[in-house]
């Protein structure tokens, strides 16, 4: 008999109920009844339906909603992040040689195809947990993706145990690294991926004509004051776009949420033929 996503999920977070530590009390968890996680204090986070669990205290919501996730689970399908995963695959695969079994995060999953790709070619039998504050992002996750934990959290407060993680994977989206290293086992890895100028250009051209939007500090700068080993690696390539992943690419990015529609119509009926995408991969471990 097929298990349903629910109780595929279960399972899983039954079977590695050490990790989890409830959000409110900070005690450990328990799976009851197949169906939801309680703390000793009984604080309890029902599974939804897709397997995946809430556990963030509060509710939060974002300006990433629905159709973003719906048009970025397009693009991650597309290739156009293929040689980005393929760095990053090769990296961690590379740290978790002679690792048995292990557990892999990613902090900021979004719709979860990043963690899905990834997860399914670690070289080890490996846990993957998938977190993220917006609610729509992990619901399409767990609907997509079975097989993986996923759950409604913040990064900066995460209902994980200490030093349990082989590594933990931060893509285009915040960090906390005072979080980040309570969480990695000391010598864990950590994997970071941050635009660099040139990331989505043309877009940049179209809807900016060409005006850099603000810089942040310099990633690798605060990266290697946290972090050892830390060694970084630029990729920047163009991506041609397939028909009809325009509009979507333009939906999926922060990049567009103040332009008008009417702009956005402007772009679509001028077409685009490629985009370029300017990326650091950035690593170090856990001092
Ligand atoms: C640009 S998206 C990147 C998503 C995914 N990593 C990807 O590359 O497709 C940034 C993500 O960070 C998430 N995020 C922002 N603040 C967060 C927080 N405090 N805790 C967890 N996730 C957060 C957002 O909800 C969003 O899904
Ligand atoms: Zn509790």
């Not at 530590?21 to 799976?31: L, N, Y």
Request: hydrophobic share 40%; charged share 25%; net charge negative.
């Amino acid at each position: 008999m097929k298990l349903t996503k629910k109780m595929q999920s279960a399972l899983l977070m039954e079977n590695n109920r050490q990790l989890f530590k409830c959000p409110i009390c900070s005690a450990g968890m328990e799976m009851v009844d197949h169906s939801r996680l309680v703390c000793r204090d009984m604080h309890s986070f029902d599974l939804a339906k897709s397997g995946y669990v809430n556990l963030a205290p509060q509710a939060h919501s974002t300006k990433y909603d629905k159709s973003l996730f719906e048009a970025r689970t397009l693009v991650m399908n597309s290739g156009y992040f293929g040689p980005v995963l393929e760095n990053v695959i090769a990296r961690i695969n590379d740290h978790l040689t002679g690792t048995e079994h292990s557990v892999v995060l990613d902090a900021g999953c979004g719709e979860g195809t990043h963690l899905h790709a990834i997860h399914s070619q670690l070289g080890t039998e490996c846990i993957g947990i998938g977190i993220d504050l917006a609610k729509e992002g992990i619901a399409a996750a767990s609907k997509n993706y079975p097989g993986i934990i996923w759950s409604v959290a913040d990064l900066a407060a995460m209902p994980f145990a200490d030093a349990q993680l082989d590594a933990i994977i931060n893509i285009l989206s915040p960090a906390n690294y005072a979080e980040f290293n309570r969480l990695l086992k000391p010598g864990g890895m950590i994997v970071k991926v941050v635009p660099e100028s040139g990331y989505l250009q043309e877009l940049r051209d179209a809807f900016y004509e060409g005006k850099q939007q603000k810089e942040e500090a310099d990633p690798l700068e605060r990266f290697r004051e946290q972090f050892d080993a830390v060694e970084s690696e630029r990729l920047t390539y163009t991506f041609s776009l397939p028909e009809g992943l325009l509009e979507p690419l333009i939906r999926m990015t922060p990049l567009t949420w103040n332009a008008s529609e009417e702009r956005v119509r402007e772009v679509l009926s001028a077409g685009m033929k490629e985009i370029t995408i300017d990326l650091r991969v950035i690593v170090g471990v856990r001092r």
